[in-house]
Structures are given as structure tokens and as C-alpha cells.
Nanobody, 123 residues
């Protein structure tokens, strides 16, 4: 059972990236999913979450209005569209599958984690 995050890279400030998280080995279509990130020297922090049915979407205040989380249950894939990127968005981004149908901002809610993808925003 794996979660594979991809789509990271180097982008200029104001640019966009789209992260993907593909689940393999089993389906997470009935689980909430989430994105977290960890910047150098900082603790991992919540970014966004989406429930099993695409509802109950919540964002961290720092990304609200710039990032959009979505999922395609048929493809067992979750996405994070990141627009208007800032230098402070630089981090390793992790996807995670919740233990429950609805995720939240707490790491303990999530049972399975991907390996992370690096996002670097140059100012």
C-alpha cells in the first residue's frame, strides 16, 4: 500500500504547480485525504483536507484562496493546485490518507503517508 506524491519542482514567485497523490495497493476512495508540508527547520504543518466524497474541504489560512484541493475517486488520486506561489510555500509536501471518511488538520487523523515531493519557490 503506497501513496505516491509527485508534481513538485522549482518555480518563480507568483507561479503555479499542481501536485498529485496516487494511491496504489488499495483504494482510499472511502477515506478523507490531506496535504501537509514541512519547511526546512520547521515542523510539519497542515495545508488542506478533503473528505471521501469531495466535500468537507478545509485549508490552512496561509494557503486559502491560492490553493485548491480536489480528488478523483475513480483514479484513486488527489490533487493540490497551487497558484500565486510565494517563497514561504517552499517545503516538502506530503499527502496522507485519513483513518476516517473525513480528514482534519491533525496529523494523528491520518494513517498512511506518502514520501513527499519538494516544492521550491524562488523570490
Amino acid at each position: 500500500v503506497q501513496l505516491q506524491a509527485s508534481g513538485g519542482g522549482l518555480v518563480h514567485s507568483g507561479g503555479s504547480l499542481r501536485l498529485s497523490c496516487v494511491a496504489s495497493g488499495r483504494t482510499f476512495s472511502n477515506n478523507g485525504m490531506g496535504w501537509f508540508r514541512q519547511a526546512p527547520g520547521k515542523e510539519r504543518e497542515f495545508v488542506a483536507t478533503i473528505a471521501w466524497n469531495g466535500g468537507n474541504i478545509y485549508y490552512a489560512d496561509s494557503v486559502k484562496g491560492r490553493f485548491t484541493i480536489s480528488r478523483d475517486r475513480a483514479k484513486n488520486t488527489m490533487y493540490l493546485q497551487m497558484n500565486s506561489l510565494k517563497a514561504e510555500d517552499t517545503a516538502v509536501y506530503y499527502c496522507a490518507a485519513s483513518r476516517y471518511a473525513v480528514g482534519n488538520s491533525e496529523e494523528g487523523n491520518y494513517a498512511k503517508w506518502g514520501q513527499g515531493t519538494q516544492v521550491t519557490v524562488s523570490s
